[in-house]
């Protein structure tokens, strides 16, 4: 008797030898914060966001791209204290899309991505002493920046269950004096007194223009690093 063998199914044979294969990896090495970590199945409602600095911290830290290992950028140049925890959204990318979106709020021109992952700065009353960790937050808001002709946003999120804020759902239920320390702060921190920065920003926008612009970061990523699942399973 013959039996006739059905064709086999390479890319679902790859995707089960690969499974058992990443989980394993992923026991052995750390994974890459930007690339290797889910931004979370709720999202953008809810985000997996890894933190780079606390508010104790008087050095600005920031994600090597390659490596993925937190580096010393640089040491903060005056007396400028981080008002809430700073780091950014995983597999987030601000290019084309994020800056389509900021010209179309904005009305500025010849507006590009700043290249990076997508900005988050998330308010808890809890104090937590260093960085290099993911945290669950929910974003309320954020601030349309631009660094001269790049869109530079900073989304405005909550710790998840935080017990003081916690219960915030939108930028806009935030006492002012928040909102104007931490605007103070991204506009300020680069420079020393007396300098000039090409550095503004234009709107203060609500949770709804928050989740929208993490959706076109999203796609930004998605279009850039399209084939990086292909690529990792090569090597």
């Given at each position: 008797m013959c039996f006739?063998?059905?064709?086999?199914n390479t890319?679902?044979?790859?995707?089960?030898?690969m499974?058992?294969i990443?989980r394993?990896m992923g026991?052995r090495?750390k994974?890459?914060?930007?690339h290797g970590?889910d931004?979370?199945?709720?999202a953008?409602?809810?985000l997996t966001?890894?933190?780079?600095?606390?508010?104790?911290?008087t050095?600005?830290?920031e994600v090597d791209?390659?490596s993925?290992?937190?580096?010393?950028d640089?040491?903060?140049?005056?007396s400028n204290?981080?008002?809430?925890?700073y780091?950014?959204?995983?597999?987030?990318l601000c290019?084309?899309k994020v800056?389509e979106y900021a010209?179309?709020?904005?009305?500025k021109k010849?507006i590009?991505g700043?290249g990076?992952?997508l900005?988050?700065?998330i308010?808890?009353e809890k104090s937590?002493?260093?960085?290099d960790i993911?945290?669950?937050a929910?974003?309320?808001g954020g601030?349309?920046?631009f660094?001269?002709?790049?869109a530079?946003d900073?989304?405005?999120?909550?710790l998840k269950n935080?017990?003081?804020?916690?219960?915030?759902?939108?930028v806009?239920e935030?006492?002012a004096?928040?909102?104007?320390?931490?605007?103070?702060?991204?506009?300020?921190?680069?420079?020393l007194?007396?300098?000039?920065?090409?550095?503004?920003?234009t709107h203060?926008y609500n949770?709804k223009e928050?989740r929208?612009?993490?959706?076109?970061s999203i796609?930004?990523?998605?279009?850039?690093?399209e084939?990086?699942?292909?690529?990792?399973?090569?090597?």
């Open positions: 006739q063998s059905k064709p086999i890319k679902v044979m790859a995707n089960r030898l499974d058992p990443g394993l026991l090495y994974s890459h914060p930007w970590v931004i979370g199945e709720n953008p409602d809810v966001c890894f933190v780079e600095m606390v508010t104790t911290d050095v600005k830290y791209k390659v993925g290992y937190l580096r010393l640089r040491p903060q140049k005056y204290v981080l008002p809430a925890l780091g950014f959204i995983p597999q987030t290019a084309k800056a010209t179309s709020k904005s009305g010849d590009v700043d990076d992952p900005d988050v700065c308010l808890t937590i002493v260093h960085g993911l945290v669950h929910i974003p309320i601030f349309r920046m660094d001269g002709n790049q530079d900073k989304i405005i999120a909550v935080d017990a003081v804020y916690g219960n915030y759902s939108d806009e935030l006492p004096q928040i909102v104007k320390r931490l605007e103070h702060y991204f506009l300020t921190y680069k420079g007194p007396g300098e000039e920065l090409n550095v503004e920003i203060t949770a928050a929208e612009v993490i959706e076109a796609d930004d990523y998605r279009m850039k690093f084939n990086l699942d292909s690529m990792l399973s090569e090597v």
